[in-house]
């Protein structure tokens, strides 16, 4: 199947994304005080990491996970306090939704990373619910 220039962009953005969430992820894990908090995080990243996966089936490309979201978010939960970051990090899953929606009408294989983007928007905020 052939894949327009636009799609394609919007899946190597994709892919970027999830290699970058899951560095993300784990960095968190490893910042958290709360152990419970910890272990979502890194439940997160492995799924994140199968998203990429998912994504480089389609592109075909192997891209390099950046490191500014693994340094910043840590940061922020130290400085701010998980109650202003997770809420910033769960918009960001539920904002994927909408972003990979187009795409998952086209390839099938993408229904499952879109549902669950927003699945792991509900599961960090009720990490907020649950304290």
Same mark, same amino acid.
């Given at each position: 199947?052939?894949?327009?220039?636009?799609?394609?962009?919007?899946?190597?953005?994709?892919?970027?994304?999830?290699?970058?969430?899951?560095?993300?992820?784990?960095?968190?894990?490893?910042?958290? +005080?709360? =152990?419970?908090? #910890?272990?979502?995080?890194?439940?997160?990243? /492995? !799924?994140?990491?199968?998203? *990429?996966?998912?994504? $480089?089936?389609?592109?075909?490309?192997?891209?390099?996970?950046?490191?500014?979201?693994?340094?910043?978010?840590?940061?922020?939960?130290?400085?701010?306090?998980?109650?202003?970051?997770?809420?910033?990090?769960? +918009?960001? =899953?539920?904002? #994927?939704?909408?972003?990979?929606?187009?795409? /998952? !009408?086209?390839?099938?294989? *993408?229904?499952?990373? $879109?549902?669950?983007?927003?699945?792991?928007?509900?599961?960090?905020?009720?990490?907020?619910?649950?304290?």
């Amino acid at each position: 199947m052939s894949i327009s220039p636009e799609d394609m962009k919007v899946l190597l953005k994709a892919q970027q994304g999830e290699l970058d969430a899951v560095l993300m992820y784990n960095a968190l894990a490893d910042a958290v +005080k709360d =152990e419970k908090d #910890a272990e979502v995080f890194r439940q997160l990243a /492995a !799924e994140e990491g199968h998203h *990429a996966a998912v994504f $480089k089936a389609l592109t075909n490309q192997t891209l390099k996970p950046k490191k500014t979201l693994a340094v910043i978010v840590p940061l922020l939960y130290k400085l701010l306090g998980k109650k202003r970051v997770y809420p910033i990090i769960a +918009k960001s =899953e539920y904002g #994927a939704v909408d972003t990979y929606a187009p795409v /998952a !009408e086209k390839f099938p294989e *993408a229904e499952s990373v $879109k549902n669950d983007e927003h699945r792991h928007g509900d599961t960090v905020f009720g990490l907020l619910v649950n304290e």
